[in-house]
């Protein structure tokens, strides 16, 4: 059998790229997923927070995922759970494994990855020190307390000031551990805002920026961890030392988008952030293979990974219908000052609009965003506040594209005065 679209990854992106591509037409849709259901990280997200902006109200990520689990139902929407996808290739086979069908090679006329993202651990910042257990990355722990029922551990330091990392400061210290400290490397953190004051403020647990863990203790079990200051150059500096008795150490150092299948199918991956380069409408490097969520860039809310698939989704269905868009006379995107990365790096000339994500690379108080095509403004906005652990997006509607007459835009930001 050939589908008119394979999903892979059966996560809050994967379920809005499939729904949306239903909507628009498509009937032979399937969903792969590696995990016994679908919902991805979602499912053990216990904490509310998710579906203001998509559902305008608070639900707990469970309930977000299972709203579009629910609208599966009684659509031709197909998945396939407990399901290893081992390769993607250009002329658009999937190769997947199973405990029940075995071996599979599957083929589609659109595929759409949406594999989400993964932590980075121990030895990706080669923390010093002895080897013991009890040294988990905060999504391990998150799902060891929230699914299989398992505390980690009773005084806790968490190094890295990420989302998950701050969200379990707050679940460790409601399920009776001592939090003792969050320590981040950079002067800002690296999380919203809205967490830092939900999870660590409300909690009275000290947030150490600009510092860093340089000694793990402990044989069997975690004993203890130094953290020191760092200086400009993220070295630690003598005589800064403060000791912490413990006996776990949670990592939330940062996420890494999920593409080890797209490097295989020789998709083009940005080498900055390890997220799939993709045109305006997520369509990748090669024309029918689309992606979404966070192979793409890791986003703050699953509201925006929402709205980026449903995107995919509606492209795919296009791209079955009415083949590829014409690649001739892109709009390249490029980053200016103080921009870390850019999404997306192309915009077909014919688009009808076109949503740019970035984040910034330091903390800006009253500021602006210009984007440039030469030496002419194309659109200018301010913003109250910028900080690196937030998302920021601009939005280019079909007038502002009509008016671009070079092939390349620069997006740049700088402060300015009240």
């Not at 589908?3 to 790229?17: D, F, H, N, S, T």
């Amino acid at each position: 059998m050939t589908y008119e679209l394979i999903v892979v990854g059966g996560g809050p992106a994967g379920l809005a790229a499939a729904l949306a591509a239903y909507e628009k037409g498509l009937e032979k849709i399937l969903i792969i997923e590696r995990d016994k259901e679908l919902g991805g990280i979602l499912n053990q997200c216990i904490h509310n927070g998710f579906g203001l902006h998509y559902f305008k109200e608070e639900l707990t990520g469970p309930e977000y995922a299972g709203r579009f689990i629910k609208m599966l139902e009684g659509t031709s929407i197909e998945s396939m759970c407990d399901t290893m996808v081992l390769d993607v290739t250009k002329n658009k086979e999937v190769h997947c494994i199973n405990p029940e069908k075995g071996y599979q090679i599957l083929k589609a006329k659109s595929i759409v990855l949406a594999m989400g993202c993964r932590e980075r651990t121990r030895g990706a910042i080669s923390i010093p020190g002895t080897r013991p257990a009890g040294v988990l990355t905060a999504g391990a722990a998150q799902r060891y307390v929230n699914i299989e029922g398992h505390m980690v551990g009773k005084r806790v330091v968490i190094l890295g000031s990420g989302d998950i990392g701050l969200i379990m400061a707050r679940r460790m210290t409601l399920e009776g551990a001592k939090v003792l400290a969050c320590v981040e490397l950079m002067p800002y953190s690296g999380g919203l805002q809205r967490n830092i004051v939900q999870c660590l403020n409300d909690f009275d647990i000290p947030l150490y920026l600009s510092h860093t863990i340089t000694d793990i203790r402990g044989e069997d079990r975690v004993e203890g961890v130094t953290i020191a200051k760092v200086g400009p150059d993220r070295k630690p500096i003598k005589g800064t030392e403060i000791d912490f008795d413990c006996d776990t150490v949670l990592l939330s150092v940062g996420l890494i988008p999920e593409n080890e299948l797209t490097r295989t199918a020789g998709i083009d991956v940005d080498v900055r952030t390890n997220g799939v380069v993709v045109w305006e409408n997520m369509e990748t490097s090669e024309e029918g293979i689309f992606a979404s969520g966070n192979v793409v860039h890791v986003h703050d809310l699953v509201d925006f990974v929402t709205g980026e698939s449903q995107k995919a989704g509606r492209a795919a269905a296009e791209y079955v219908k009415l083949g590829s868009r014409s690649r001739k006379h892109a709009i390249t995107v490029k980053e200016g000052s103080d921009v870390g990365f850019i999404v997306p790096l192309m915009i077909h000339r014919e688009a009808m609009d076109a949503e740019i994500y970035f984040r910034v690379r330091r903390i800006f108080e009253t500021s602006k965003i210009t984007v440039i095509d030469g030496d002419k403004i194309v659109a200018q906005l301010k913003r109250a506040h910028m900080a690196p652990g937030e998302m920021e997006r601009v939005k280019l509607p079909r007038r502002l594209l009509d008016a671009i007459m070079g092939d390349e835009i620069t997006v740049s930001v700088e402060e300015v005065e009240e």
